[in-house]
């Protein structure tokens, strides 16, 4: 009798992948393969080959889902019927799991983005790149959406309550409980049921990719295709324009963001205030979706590399509380996101790879002190009402801190140069310790009585300091003053 261990055994005349791939392609193209080259995998279960023969290189596939594989396979044949650039399903075994597609290279959109990026904004070529990809994306939603059968959706046919509540939990309980977090449960299950009744109020009766993210556009001659797709179903058009934009290492500058989505709104023709109430919260679920994928893998199951995409994803979140309005009350999760985005803990995967931005802005302490839109409630406020002051002269009182004759005169004082130098030097302190830290949000403020003179004066210096000592974004504005201004990234 064989011993218990020796039943579980794999039998030694078992195929390997790689024989029934080779089998599969001689079947296809009458000879087997010259080479056979794994390739990295991604984050599912699917292992990939490149086959290499008879003049020809094809993409092998051993997916041991037979219903994703199902999926992919009838995708790919309906969006190439509808024209769109897919791989080609050269032949497929379900019942061994495997399938050949056409071989699309090996840039993906983000290697591009990683390749051309020099600084902290896309390059013209990078940005084109991306437009064609917009540019399709309707295509897919709509023009294939309509004739698909949806029979062949796995997990579910549509992103509905179900597949929301998924999403959620998938991120409560492999990202939240797994980063420490602290979380009320039964707060945060009105809030996700709150999410889920406003996410659902938009048209869901397109096609989502649901995966539509960098690394799932190939780009071959300089034109988009697309892969990875199988997750695809019925949902709302929000959701795969948050997937690109807010793909978290690809680290897309907000303006750039905005630019981008104005694209994509063109290029689908659809209303613009109709689609941006709900957009933001379609960016909050993808986001939380994808930190539920980066704690599974990376938390849970040990492969760490998924983790630098955290800090990014923790950035964009930061982001979002400042300038994103999101119709319905969400009290805990936003209490939840305001502490993932003070966490040293989550900010420390991939170090000093984001960026600072350093907000310095002048006011008046008679209109009260500003307020920090960060919601760190942190940032340093200095006092400058014991510095000379040129609003007192009849020449400067028109004048403000801007102009070269109140710059010289608040240059020429003592006190003025030995605050600024304390200044500086706290300021220092606090940047390197942030850009050390992957925090991303400094803020400094000078307040004195007007908020035209001497205040203006110190937060241009600081400004101008900051830029030739670090490449950190400023952002300057001037509270009092009737333009403030906005520094662009500094490289």
């Excluded at 310095?360 to 942190?378: A, C, I, N």
Aim: with cysteine; glycine share 8%; aromatic share 14%.
């Amino acid at each position: 009798m064989p011993t218990k261990k020796a039943e579980l055994q794999a039998p030694e005349t078992a195929a390997i992948p790689e024989d029934d791939l080779n089998a599969l392609f001689k079947k296809t193209f009458g000879s087997v393969p010259e080479t056979v080259t794994p390739l990295k995998g991604d984050g599912s279960t699917r292992r990939l080959f490149r086959l290499s023969g008879a003049g020809r290189s094809v993409i092998g596939a051993v997916g041991p889902d037979k219903l994703e594989n199902a999926a992919f396979v009838e995708f790919s044949k309906h969006f190439r019927k509808e024209g769109l650039p897919v791989p080609e399903i050269y032949a497929c075994e379900p019942s061994k799991n495997i399938y050949l597609e056409e071989d699309l290279g090996d840039m993906t959109l983000f290697q591009f983005l990683l390749k051309e990026r020099a600084g902290y904004d896309l390059p013209a070529s990078v940005k084109a790149a991306y437009k064609k990809t917009l540019e399709w994306l309707p295509r897919f939603q709509m023009q294939a959406g309509r004739t698909l059968d949806y029979k062949y959706c796995y997990p579910r046919d549509s992103f509905d309550r179900q597949s929301i509540m998924w999403d959620l939990n998938y991120f409560k309980y492999y990202f939240l409980r797994l980063s420490k977090i602290p979380f009320n449960e039964a707060k945060l299950e009105d809030d996700f049921s709150a999410l889920t009744d406003f996410l659902l109020e938009a048209d869901t009766s397109y096609f989502i990719y649901r995966d539509f993210q960098s690394r799932n556009v190939m780009l071959r001659g300089g034109e988009p295709c697309f892969i990875d797709y199988q997750g695809g179903r019925r949902g709302a058009l929000q959701y795969d324009a948050a997937s690109l934009l807010y793909d978290a290492k690809a680290d897309i500058p907000p303006e750039t963001r905005l630019e981008l989505l104005e694209h994509y709104l063109k290029a689908a023709k659809v209303d613009k205030a109709v689609f941006m109430r709900h957009f933001y919260a379609y960016v909050y679920i993808r986001i939380m979706q994808a930190l539920g994928a980066y704690g599974l893998r990376g938390f849970y199951e040990g492969k760490t590399h998924f983790l630098q995409s955290v800090p990014y994803a923790v950035k964009n979140i930061e982001w979002l509380l400042r300038n994103a309005d999101v119709p319905v009350k969400l009290p805990e999760l936003t209490r939840i996101f305001k502490s993932m985005t003070a966490s040293s803990y989550l900010r420390q995967f991939g170090a000093g790879k984001l960026g600072l931005t350093v907000r310095v802005s002048s006011f008046s302490y008679r209109k009260g002190l500003p307020s920090d839109e960060s919601g760190h409630g942190g940032g340093f406020v200095f006092d400058c009402r014991y510095l000379p002051n040129p609003g007192r002269e009849e020449k400067f009182a028109p004048l403000t801190g801007k102009d070269a004759e109140v710059q010289a005169y608040l240059a020429e004082k003592p006190q003025v140069g030995g605050f600024l130098k304390g200044v500086f030097a706290l300021v220092d302190a606090a940047a390197e310790n942030y850009q050390s830290r992957n925090f991303t949000d400094l803020m400094v403020s000078f307040g004195c009585t007007g908020g035209r003179h001497r205040s203006v004066y110190c937060a241009e210096q600081l400004k101008k300091h900051l830029a030739e000592k670090y490449k950190v974004k400023v952002e300057l504005s001037h509270r009092e003053l009737e333009s403030p201004s906005k520094e662009i990234p500094l490289t």
